[in-house]
């Protein structure tokens, strides 16, 4: 053996992808001996295709499954139950032990420790007497973990992971997370370009946010917020302003002769936009919309029922088709499962009929359907039709009748919480056109008919609250002009909700609270109403006073004024789609 030879055994040892192109046959001979000293011991060993175990490396496993091409580099530290899969490094003084599984294409940076052990730490017994416990490490595929990490017992690391170096890992990591510090926190999704989370104010809650709320907005174009004290005038000036024009607005939307309503003038009647006069109406006048007595309201929105299925269609549309689990998967019939039925109740009457299509979903094709919506990159959509669906229910048991069939509403739930991100706090992932826009308003549809309307707490609140603070800052939805009804109510409902559970980051949440409250106020046109706001493709109501921006910014309204402490003042309480109590107690799940 030459020195060059020799040099190139410390040099395969530490840096083992070489040895594939570069090693002589001697050096292939010494490692098949080292290969079969390593299928001769007392655990089970699999070493895949083209695999390399350096010689320096302490390898004493249980178990030991190397996929195809994987390696363990120089003075590694493996013990216990290891399976990888193909194309996995576990570099130079790197410690691997318990129970680990590693999928395809996993590096694992030198000096790191993947322990899936603990010790007891009863006080009863020294230390070293402790019993021992092992619950497991998982790592998915595609996973790079930095140098001088540490992964401890029970931790999950997603497909597509990247752990920065030094991390200390201690809870589970969603797919695409890029994680960095001691304990490992979320820095943005791999998926997202780099800087993009700070081009959008901050990312992950580590900026800090203004005092005033200014930063919030990205852009020092938005106008100061008030003090909350300084609020409380400006409120009870808008509320009286807004009772004493309510008929106006309503009668400026009213379609002569027809008893039905459009969102603006100019536009076509709408069931929503009855539904809109009906929620008006009982926020403002504490009564039905006055061209009509509110029998009358309840009688017009009771014959839109379909009774075959139960379901709303639109003024002139056919019957709607139900989806696989009961409802469609989009277009008006799902949303007047809420419009229609919460108007109805606001007139004192109820649906004629069941939600029949909701009523005979069974547990198992309930949990089929929500596996296949769309949460990835329609997580809206996802929310939206959970909203109808658990709306549905609700209704179905005010009649009386079963919510669906037996175990299925206990089954949405179960889903629900065993499918929340415990990073985001939330259902779905953020995408590349609207960052975390899908899944921040998809959880507002999804936890308004759910936990909200069913009177449950949400899971992970705290982290609900970091991920909606972090979407706030993203000027695409949240610069002076472009706030719209939606984008703020899926804002703030969370973060009201979620206050109701934990103080978590409480004043940033007021100060952006204050901050909207004083922009929404500034949006009020006397004897028409609120806008809905600028909308990205140009649809929809847009910024043209109508009925739906109305409904919607009233509420918005309350339920800022309610988290900086001010509701009162306005004199009126949401009782419709969005009010702040439980629709249906949570014992009503059963």
């Known amino acids: 053996m030459n020195q060059q030879e020799s040099d190139d ?33 007392a ?63 996993v590096r694992i940076g030198a000096h790191s420790s993947l322990l899936a052990f603990n010790h007891g ?37 997603g497909d597509h992971c990247v752990v920065g170096a030094g991390a200390v890992v201690t809870k589970d990591l969603p797919a695409w997370t890029v994680a960095a510090g001691n304990p490992a926190r979320r820095i943005r999704d791999r998926r997202e370009p780099r800087g993009a989370a700070e081009r959008a104010g901050a990312s992950c809650g580590v900026a800090p946010v203004a005092a005033s709320g200014v930063a919030a907005s990205g852009s020092g174009a938005q106008p100061p917020a008030q003090e909350p004290s300084a609020l409380a005038g400006d409120l009870s000036a808008f509320a009286a302003a807004a009772r004493a024009q309510a008929a106006d607005l309503l009668d400026r939307c009213r379609q002569p002769g027809t008893g039905r309503y459009v969102d603006r003038p100019g536009t076509e009647p709408t069931v929503r936009a009855h539904c809109d006069a009906v929620e008006i109406a009982g926020l403002l006048l504490g009564e039905a919309p006055p061209d009509l007595p509110a029998a009358e309201h309840a009688a017009r929105l009771r014959a839109l029922q379909d009774p075959v299925t139960g379901l709303v269609p639109e003024y002139g549309a056919s019957p709607p088709v139900p989806g696989p689990a009961g409802l469609p998967e989009d277009g008006a019939s799902a949303y007047h499962v809420l419009c229609v039925g919460y108007a109805l109740d606001l007139l004192g009457s109820s649906f004629a009929h069941p939600v029949h299509t909701v009523r005979t979903t069974t547990a198992d094709r309930l949990v089929r359907h929500l596996a296949d919506l769309p949460w990835r990159d329609r997580a809206w959509h996802a929310g939206a039709w959970v909203d109808s669906w658990s709306t549905a229910a609700h209704w179905n048991l005010r009649l009386g009748t079963e919510a669906a ?71 695409r939805h949240f610069a002076p002009g472009r706030e719209n009804a939606c984008n703020v109510l899926d804002v703030i409902h969370p973060l009201w909700l979620c206050a109701r559970q934990t103080g978590h980051r409480a004043e940033e949440a007021r100060s952006w609270a204050v901050n909207q409250l004083t922009a929404a106020l500034r949006r009020w046109h006397p004897g028409r109403g609120f806008p809905f706001g600028p909308t990205p493709d140009g649809t929809g109501p847009g910024r043209e006073p109508g009925l739906q921006g109305t409904e919607m910014w009233l509420a918005i309204v309350w339920l800022l004024a309610d988290l900086v402490g001010l509701a009162d003042v306005l004199g009126y309480r949401p009782r419709g789609i969005h009010r702040p109590e439980p629709a249906r107690p949570a014992e009503g799940t059963a």
Not at 129 to 144: A, F, L, N
Not at 451 to 466: C, H, M, N, S, T
Request: aromatic share 8%; with cysteine.
């Open 9 to 41: 055994d410390g040099l395969f040892d530490h840096c083992p992808w070489l040895y594939a192109e570069q090693a002589s046959q001697r050096q292939r001979a010494a490692q098949e001996r080292r290969r079969k000293r390593l299928l001769g011991t």
């Open 43 to 105: 655990g089970s060993v699999r070493l895949g295709e083209g695999c390399f175990v350096a010689e320096t490396a302490a390898v004493y496993p249980d178990v030991l499954h190397l996929g195809d091409r994987s390696y363990i580099a120089a003075h590694a530290y493996v013990t216990g139950d290891i399976r990888t899969g193909a194309d996995c490094t576990i570099n130079p003084f790197t410690v691997v032990r318990g129970t680990v599984a590693l999928g395809d294409g």
């Open 121 to 157: 730490t009863s006080p009863g017994l020294p230390v070293h007497q402790q019993p021992v416990s092992s619950r497991g490490i998982t790592v998915g595929d595609d996973v790079w973990i930095g140098s001088h990490v540490v992964v401890v017992d029970g931790v999950t690391i």
């Open 405 to 475: 069939a037996p175990g299925a509403l206990e089954a949405l739930f179960g889903w629900l919480h065993t499918h929340a991100d415990p990073w985001t706090g939330m259902w779905g992932s953020p995408t590349a056109e609207s960052g975390r826009l899908q899944m921040v308003n998809g959880y507002y549809r999804l936890t308004r008919g759910s936990f909200a309307q069913f009177g449950l707490p949400v899971p992970y609140a705290e982290r609900v609250i970091d991920t909606v603070l972090d979407h706030a800052r993203d000027p």
